[in-house]
């Protein structure tokens, strides 16, 4: 499998960590931020990275929807109900950390200009997801079922921009 990317793309980490431990070999084929990669852009011009190429002409874009293609055998293994304990910790992860975090780095790197009020409701989104999950973790090692899983990942990647 090929994966395309900026090495420094922070959501990057989420896949490459997710492959480790699954023990899945992806190669990395460097994608500049300028999105000038022509053989990639002949075939997809409205792509997004990082993108995984998984079969012939078969790609899954974005990191989490990567990380979940990834477990697609673990997740075959659950029942209904971790599944869907999954997706609702993506979407905790997306809604609540991945788009808050954004604006934290985006005040930090001071890449443009934001409100006071939206980098503080951000901060409080991030601190309210962390305590929500803290409070989920503290009887237990792993948000859903006895092993990690995409949640797992896709909420420590999305925590670790903010403490950078």
Do not use: C
């Not at 995409?150 to 990647?157: E, R, S, V």
């Amino acid at each position: 499998m090929k994966l395309y990317s900026p090495s420094n793309n922070f959501k990057l980490d989420k896949v490459v960590f997710a492959s480790r431990i699954l023990g899945k070999k992806v190669e990395h084929i460097e994608v500049p931020f300028d999105h000038k990669h022509k053989q990639f852009i002949a075939q997809y011009p409205n792509f997004s990275l990082p993108a995984l190429n998984v079969k012939e002409a078969e790609y899954v874009f974005g990191a989490d929807s990567i990380v979940l293609a990834l477990f697609e055998e673990k997740l075959s293994a659950m029942d209904g109900f971790e599944k869907a304990e999954v997706y609702q910790w993506l979407e905790v992860g997306e809604r609540e950390v991945e788009n808050s975090t954004g604006v934290i780095v985006v005040n930090k790197e001071k890449i443009g200009e934001l409100t006071e009020d939206k980098v503080t409701k951000a901060k409080e989104n991030v601190l309210k997801a962390m305590k929500t999950v803290d409070d989920r973790l503290k009887l237990r090692t792993y948000l859903v079922g006895h092993s990690i899983s995409p949640a797992d990942i896709a909420l420590f990647f999305n925590f670790r921009v903010v403490k950078e």
